[in-house]
């Protein structure tokens, strides 16, 4: 499972996470990316710079910031900007494994 780098609908006000892991995923580094960047991006435009051919400009203008842990009892939340730039990386997980949430997003 991989979602690469958005900043969601134009339409989207707010955005919660619940994670629900099984034991053997509970604290791990795979809940949801947050990048800084100075790229701005409030349409949504799906450009290609996450493809590989383009790793330098993603390198050179975006900088992780955080992976949310994934816990149980905790819920996250963020105000889509047109710089809430955010993905899920690609998952390591082992197959036995399901990486479970909810999300909820409030629109207008």
Request: charge should be positive; charged fraction near 20%.
């Amino acid at each position: 499972s991989y979602i690469p780098p958005h900043n969601d609908s134009p339409s989207k006000l707010l955005s919660l996470m619940l994670y629900f892991p099984s034991q053997q995923l509970e604290n791990l580094s795979i809940g949801t990316t947050f990048y800084y960047s100075k790229y701005k991006n409030f349409k949504n435009i799906q450009p290609d710079f996450f493809q590989q051919n383009n790793e330098s400009f993603f390198a050179k203008n975006f900088k992780e910031t955080i992976t949310l842990p994934f816990k149980k009892k905790n819920l996250y939340c963020f105000i889509k900007s047109d710089i809430s730039w955010h993905s899920v990386k690609k998952l390591n997980i082992p197959k036995d494994q399901i990486r479970k949430s909810i999300n909820i997003n409030l629109n207008i």
